[in-house]
């Protein structure tokens, strides 16, 4: 080896390169997990790191917590040697490359809570050595990377871009989506210095098809802000032409049909419940705290945010409009809802608007049941209830059936069959709608 490639840099990437390289990851959740197999699928070995015992200790027998990671591919990894968990976070000075996965959630306030990327970061800190790389996938506000996470590693008298690499690289896993996945969909790096950004995309290049270089850890965690700001304010501007055209008596889903045919200058979203998961209703949060601390009000975001948690309650209000229309009182009724998972064919239901829907419903005395495929058991603060199989006589005992989720495996010809009345909120019955017309 020459004296050049003694360097730190040079050093991990000729590692990157025969794939010598320990990869560490931290969090494996629906993150972390994926981004672990794709490291390994690309002929890294791979620590996992993981404060859950419990899902440490599943994931060494092969079992799979995440619906996007096949059981058989971890098993295969697992057996191979070329996967291992571990919640003893003081092997994190074995990896070559570490990258944290934790999640970035909001306070109670709505105020970004970076205590587990601060939990992670001193855990990283505790063991840093000369020649590892750092990367941040956790979405977070412009500036953590710098101003949190570098001054707390170079604590350690160690100097990045030199001894040690740090990068930010946000992932974009869309979970449950068939097409684009961890690997096949690209990916945006920013480093601390070039040669920090130098470092990780020879890393990561193996692993993922494209990766795309920013000029900065600030640039790149905007990249993943706006991304999702912007599906929030389209999401939210839909879900306002669905109010618009309810009280103009239009069928939005035909305006949006239509509007969808011009090929060039719009792009389609649909209205629907509100949103939900760990990253839509929660990451234009945290650009909007960065900039009230720079006296800049994020007026998009917040009114994006406004209209989709508003949606609940605007579909609440077209249920108990049903009822009344039956002569029924939304106290006493049963109600049934189809789809509580945030999104469709998948079966993680945080911040699922599914839950809004089911308390606003019982805070009016009505009797709330639920099914879904993915969902066997829902179990959020004061809900605790269990998916009913979807029966002919399930449907045809409620007094309405809300569909919030349109999962692909549900039969809504039965449910529009069987059901006394539907509230759509996802407008999955226009398919049977559409069979039933075909010639
Ligand atoms: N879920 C998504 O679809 C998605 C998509 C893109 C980005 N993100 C972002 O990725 C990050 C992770 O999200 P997620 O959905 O994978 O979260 P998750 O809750 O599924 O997984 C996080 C894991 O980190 C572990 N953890 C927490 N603190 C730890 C610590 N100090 N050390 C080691 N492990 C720790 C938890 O036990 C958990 O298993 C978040 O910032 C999120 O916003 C999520």
């Avoid at 098809?209 to 839909?238: D, H, M, P, Y």
Wanted: with cysteine; net charge neutral; proline share 6%.
């Amino acid at each position: 080896m020459s004296a050049k490639a003694q360097q730190p840099a040079d050093l991990l990437v000729a590692k990157a390169a025969d794939r010598t390289a320990l990869i560490g990851v931290v969090g494996l959740g629906y993150v972390g997990l994926p981004l672990a197999l794709e490291f390994v699928r690309a002929g890294y070995r791979v620590v996992g790191f993981d404060v859950k015992s419990a899902t440490v200790e599943a994931l060494n027998q092969g079992r799979s917590h995440i619906q996007d990671v096949p059981v058989q591919s971890l098993a295969a990894a697992v057996r191979a040697g070329t996967f291992a968990a571990t919640s003893d976070l003081s092997r994190l000075k074995e990896p070559d490359v570490i990258s944290i996965c934790v999640p970035t959630p909001l306070s109670k306030t709505k105020d970004p809570d970076v205590s587990y990327v601060l939990a992670a970061t001193n855990s990283v800190k505790q063991t840093l050595r000369r020649g590892q790389l750092v990367v941040l996938e956790s979405t977070t506000y412009p500036g953590t990377t710098r101003e949190l996470m570098l001054p707390a590693l170079e604590s350690t008298g160690l100097n990045v871009g030199k001894d040690f690499f740090l990068a930010f690289s946000p992932e974009r896993v869309d979970p449950g989506n068939p097409a684009w996945n961890t690997r096949n969909t690209p990916k945006v790096v920013g480093g601390i210095t070039p040669e920090c950004l130098r470092v990780a995309v020879a890393i990561y290049q193996p692993a993922i098809e494209r990766l795309v270089a920013v000029s900065s850890t600030e640039a790149a965690e905007l990249v993943k802000i706006l991304e999702n700001t912007f599906r929030s304010v389209n999401i939210g501007l839909v879900n306002e032409m669905a109010i618009v055209c309810d009280k103009l008596g239009v069928d939005v889903w035909e305006v949006i049909d239509a509007a969808a045919t011009k090929p060039f200058g719009f792009m389609k979203f649909t209205p629907g419940p509100g949103v939900g998961g760990h990253c839509i209703p929660l990451d234009p949060h945290y650009l909007a705290w960065k900039m009230r601390t720079l006296n800049y009000r994020t007026r998009f975001i917040e009114l994006a945010g406004e209209i989709n948690a508003e949606m609940p309650e605007y579909w609440v209000g077209c249920v108990v409009d049903r009822l009344n229309e039956q002569g029924r009182a939304a106290r006493g009724s049963r109600l049934l809802v189809v789809g509580v998972a945030y999104k469709k064919d998948i079966d993680d239901v945080r911040e699922s608007p599914a839950l809004d829907v089911i308390r606003l419903l019982q805070r009016r005395g009505a009797a709330v049941s639920y099914h879904d495929p993915h969902v066997p058991r829902l179990k959020d603060e004061d809900i605790d209830l269990a998916s009913l199989p979807l029966t002919s006589e399930s449907l045809a005992a409620a007094d309405c059936v809300i569909i919030v989720t349109d999962h692909s495996d549900v039969d809504y010809a039965l449910v529009e069959r069987c059901a006394r009345q539907v509230v759509d909120t996802r407008n999955a019955l226009a398919a049977v709608r559409r069979r039933r017309e075909e010639p």
